[in-house]
């Protein structure tokens, strides 16, 4: 199994400020083939599914405003939001999905300060 | 718009086999571009890849469920579902059915449904 590692656990940030949210995974995601790193990061409301915000590691899904960017590659990932709004308190999760067995990380859980 | 319903009882009890079902709306289980994935999330805790399926019947399942889920698909019924056995409270969950885009992420979810093992 590949292990995906978050950090941090949990992450408090003001309104307007930037929030970063790591992802290690212990091998890596990165397809020779196509040069496409087979990670992607969700977000979790209360009471929610969780929701798509970035696949191949820096791709944006459809209708994610742009304050959402995800960058890396091989092992190591980073999410950010640019300026933190009150709707993206959430748990957010990185997901490999470059074995036919995906896994996922523990969750970060982003509140404001 | 496509959307996904899970259904199937609430309680199981220890030992027993866990079914559920996912009817698929507004689009076709047939669809050759998608595969339909089972997830499950116990409480509080994250996510956890349980299996998926092709419209044709081929199947991956996470090794850790150690051979005891199955899942299926009913292109009549466009519906796929999971039987998942000799269940324990560490089986209590919330399950979503979800599909799987061709690019390999997770594009669409249920709302999912809770099922609990207890006796």
Redesign the interface.
């Known amino acids: ?1 590949i292990v995906m590692t978050q950090s941090p656990d949990s992450l408090a940030v003001s309104l307007g400020e930037r929030a970063t949210i790591n992802c290690k995974s212990s091998q890596s995601v990165l397809y020779s083939s196509n040069n496409k790193n ?1 990670l ?1 990061w ?1 977000q979790q409301k209360p009471g ?5 915000l970035i ?2 590691a820096s791709s944006r ?1 459809s209708g994610v405003p742009d304050r959402f960017s995800g960058s890396g590659s091989g092992t190591d990932f980073t999410l950010t939001i640019s300026s933190l709004q009150a709707e993206d308190v959430a748990v957010y ?1 990185c ?1 490999q ?1 470059y074995t ?8 970060t859980k982003l509140e404001i300060k | 718009q496509l959307q996904l319903q899970e259904s199937g009882p609430g309680l199981v009890k220890p030992s027993e086999t866990l079914s559920l079902s996912c009817t698929v709306s507004g689009g076709s289980i047939r669809n050759e571009n998608y595969h339909w994935v089972w997830i499950r999330q116990p409480p509080g805790r ?4 349980i299996g998926r399926i092709y419209y044709s019947g081929t199947t ?5 469920l150690k051979s005891r889920g199955t899942i299926s698909v009913d292109t009549s019924r466009n519906q796929f579902s999971l039987k998942l056995s000799s269940v324990t409270a560490a089986d209590t969950a919330m399950y ?1 059915c ?1 599909r ?2 061709p ?5 669409v ?4 449904t809770t099922v609990t093992v207890s006796s």
């Open positions: 199994d087979y992607g969700y929610q599914p969780p929701k798509v696949y191949w899904e999760y997901q999905y036919t067995a995906p896994t996922f990380g523990q969750g | 994250g996510l956890e890849w991956y399942y996470n090794p850790s979503y979800a799987r885009n690019l390999g992420h997770i594009d979810w249920g709302k999912g």
